[in-house]
């Protein structure tokens, strides 16, 4: 698979569109996913993740295929949502419905009602976590990326993704102890 | 719940789907970059069907396009071109060095060659310095000759002016003497007259100590200002007549004011002179040196002159005599207000 992605990378940066078009096809809906979780609104994920894929192609003739593509990619969508926030100045937390709607539009995910409540529950402390840390999650549990994927998106060393999802994990925890919550 | 279960659920958590449209949108929105010369080629032929005649395009330029031919020489070289350049530059700069150094070469010539003009011309220019600086140490002594010229000249005038009011006060004194002894001869109060005598001889020879004193200041400074006379009789120029030089409280000496110069002698005076040739040193002030000093007395009315011509007459009790250095001055006795004679 990384193969095949490569030589569609080397055939988009010698100019096919058929290949350009196949990677599109391949990673959009993993960057949409990204950016919605992120940002909150279906109108933003969209642009955003358009504007990922102007990069992509502006930025194609400097991929030299070091990392995978799939992690080259999801950098440059971390910093076109970085660019975002910093213009936008503050991050929209997810409602509970929309996190309650995603889960009860996952079919056989999950078993029950409560088991539904506590993944929209932990889902929303993922948000309040500090944006390193709720990055880390993203790409790491969200996006399916390796720790050291991670690393190399976020532009941080692997032992730093460590360190963080161990924080932000401990933090959930704790929240996902506290009385009241159903279990 | 533990790590693994909220692991577990984070790794479950929901994929929101894309918006319909997403797709074709970035599609549309795909602008590649412009591949570069040679990399075209290949990937047509890449992207033609198998069936298209491979033999248009030779092995080797799939193998080795030409982009990358030069680049791999150019890698291949660039370590020797860069010595070259590196060769060359020095030798550019060793060659602007040689020049730089001929061209100093030349001017250090050129200016050995000023330098020797130049001490030529320093001694010359000594030369001309010295003879100007000969000539501006004459017009310094003209000018101080001028100067003292001027001095003198002002003090001559002085001296013409004393003396004309020295005829007048002898005048007075004849005719106050005249009146005396007139009024001597109707027989008033002799006592009265006779202390009026006494006094008017007293200012007469204060009056000639003050004749006595100018004339010394004038014979010194008509005598280029550097020594005194060695007797009275060599200021028969400078004193009208010899009855200047006896006191009229002198009676035994009253016989020598008819003489002529000629016949008049330094031992027929009245007055004490202190001073003998000695050296004056006029030039460097009024008075000399020793301005203070004692020139002339009268040992009757105590009436002294000093060097500087200014008479003073004086109570023996309060004042005496003291020589120093062979000069005669003033000092008060006992009283100790009085610094000065007055």
């Given at each position: 698979?990384?193969?095949?992605?490569?030589?569609?990378?080397?055939?988009?940066?010698?100019?096919?569109?058929?290949?350009?078009?196949?990677?599109?096809?391949?990673?959009?809906?993993?960057?949409?996913?990204?950016?919605?979780?992120?940002?909150?609104?279906?109108?933003?994920?969209?642009?955003?993740?358009?504007?990922?894929?102007?990069?992509?192609?502006?930025?194609?003739?400097?991929?030299?295929?070091?990392?995978?593509?799939?992690?080259?990619?999801?950098?440059?969508?971390?910093?076109?949502?970085?660019?975002?926030?910093?213009?936008?100045?503050?991050?929209?937390?997810?409602?509970?419905?929309?996190?309650?709607?995603?889960?009860?539009?996952?079919?056989?995910?999950?078993?029950?009602?409560?088991?539904?409540?506590?993944?929209?529950?932990?889902?929303?402390?993922?948000?309040?976590?500090?944006?390193?840390?709720?990055?880390?999650?993203?790409?790491?549990?969200?996006?399916?990326?390796?720790?050291?994927?991670?690393?190399?998106?976020?532009?941080?060393?692997?032992?730093?993704?460590?360190?963080?999802?161990?924080?932000?994990?401990?933090?959930?925890?704790?929240?996902?102890?506290?009385?009241?919550?159903?279990? | 719940?533990?790590?693994?279960?909220?692991?577990?659920?984070?790794h479950q958590a929901p994929r929101p789907a894309a918006p319909a449209g997403l797709l074709e949108k970035l599609n549309q929105g795909i602008e590649l970059p412009r591949p570069a010369p040679g990399t075209e080629n290949r990937l047509q032929r890449e992207t033609l069907p198998e069936s298209f005649p491979k033999a248009a395009a030779s092995p080797s330029e799939v193998d080795a396009p030409v982009g990358d031919g030069w680049r791999s020489r150019l890698r291949h070289w660039t370590p020797a071109l860069g010595f070259g350049l590196f060769f060359l530059s020095c030798l550019v700069l060793l060659g602007i060095q040689a020049s730089l150094l001929s061209e100093l070469r030349r001017q250090n010539t050129q200016l050995h060659a000023a330098a020797a003009g130049l001490e030529e011309l320093h001694h010359r220019d000594m030369d001309?310095?010295?003879?100007?600086?000969?000539?501006?140490?004459?017009?310094?002594?003209?000018?101080?000759?001028?100067?003292?010229?001027?001095?003198?000249?002002?003090?001559?005038?002085?001296?013409?002016?004393?003396?004309?009011?020295?005829?007048?006060?002898?005048?007075?004194?004849?005719?106050?003497?005249?009146?005396?002894?007139?009024?001597?001869?109707?027989?008033?109060?002799?006592?009265?007259?006779?202390?009026?005598?006494?006094?008017?001889?007293?200012?007469?020879?204060?009056?000639?100590?003050?004749?006595?004193?100018?004339?010394?200041?004038?014979?010194?400074?008509?005598?280029?200002?550097?020594?005194?006379?060695?007797?009275?009789?060599?200021?028969?120029?400078?004193?009208?007549?010899?009855?200047?030089?006896?006191?009229?409280?002198?009676?035994?000496?009253?016989?020598?004011?008819?003489?002529?110069?000629?016949?008049?002698?330094?031992?027929?005076?009245?007055?004490?002179?202190?001073?003998?040739?000695?050296?004056?040193?006029?030039?460097?002030?009024?008075?000399?040196?020793?301005?203070?000093?004692?020139?002339?007395?009268?040992?009757?009315?105590?009436?002294?002159?000093?060097?500087?011509?200014?008479?003073?007459?004086?109570?023996?009790?309060?004042?005496?005599?003291?020589?120093?250095?062979?000069?005669?001055?003033?000092?008060?006795?006992?009283?100790?207000?009085?610094?000065?004679?007055?």
């Open positions: 698979m990384k193969d095949d992605e490569q030589d569609l990378c080397r055939r988009a940066r010698g100019g096919d569109l058929s290949a350009a078009s196949e990677l599109v096809s391949r990673f959009y809906e993993r960057i949409f996913a990204y950016h919605r979780r992120l940002c909150g609104n279906h109108e933003d994920a969209a642009d955003l993740t358009q504007h990922t894929f102007t990069r992509v192609w502006r930025a194609l003739g400097s991929y030299q295929g070091r990392s995978s593509f799939n992690t080259w990619l999801h950098g440059i969508a971390h910093h076109v949502y970085v660019d975002w926030r910093r213009k936008r100045n503050a991050g929209e937390i997810q409602s509970d419905e929309w996190w309650a709607a995603q889960a009860a539009e996952s079919p056989g995910l999950f078993e029950d009602a409560r088991e539904r409540d506590l993944c929209g529950y932990l889902y929303r402390c993922v948000d309040q976590l500090d944006e390193e840390k709720k990055q880390a999650i993203h790409l790491h549990y969200y996006q399916s990326l390796s720790l050291s994927e991670t690393a190399e998106a976020l532009g941080v060393a692997t032992s730093t993704v460590k360190y963080r999802l161990r924080e932000a994990l401990d933090f959930l925890r704790t929240k996902v102890a506290e009385p009241g919550v159903r279990r | 719940m533990n790590d693994e279960q909220i692991e577990n659920l984070l001309a310095g010295q003879r100007l600086r000969a000539r501006l140490d004459e017009l310094e002594r003209l000018r101080k000759d001028h100067e003292e010229l001027l001095q003198l000249r002002t003090e001559v005038g002085e001296l013409r002016s004393q003396a004309l009011e020295m005829a007048a006060l002898r005048t007075e004194n004849e005719r106050l003497l005249t009146e005396l002894r007139a009024d001597r001869d109707t027989g008033i109060d002799e006592a009265f007259f006779a202390q009026q005598t006494v006094e008017a001889e007293r200012i007469a020879c204060r009056n000639n100590l003050r004749q006595i004193g100018l004339s010394i200041r004038v014979w010194v400074m008509d005598s280029d200002g550097t020594r005194y006379p060695s007797s009275v009789v060599q200021m028969s120029n400078e004193v009208s007549t010899v009855q200047r030089l006896i006191c009229p409280g002198d009676a035994a000496r009253q016989e020598f004011g008819s003489l002529s110069w000629r016949e008049f002698r330094p031992a027929m005076t009245s007055y004490e002179l202190h001073f003998s040739g000695e050296e004056a040193g006029y030039r460097e002030g009024g008075g000399g040196p020793h301005p203070e000093s004692i020139v002339s007395k009268c040992p009757i009315h105590h009436n002294y002159v000093r060097a500087n011509g200014s008479e003073v007459q004086i109570d023996p009790q309060n004042w005496r005599e003291i020589t120093i250095d062979g000069r005669l001055y003033l000092k008060p006795v006992e009283d100790p207000t009085r610094n000065s004679p007055p």
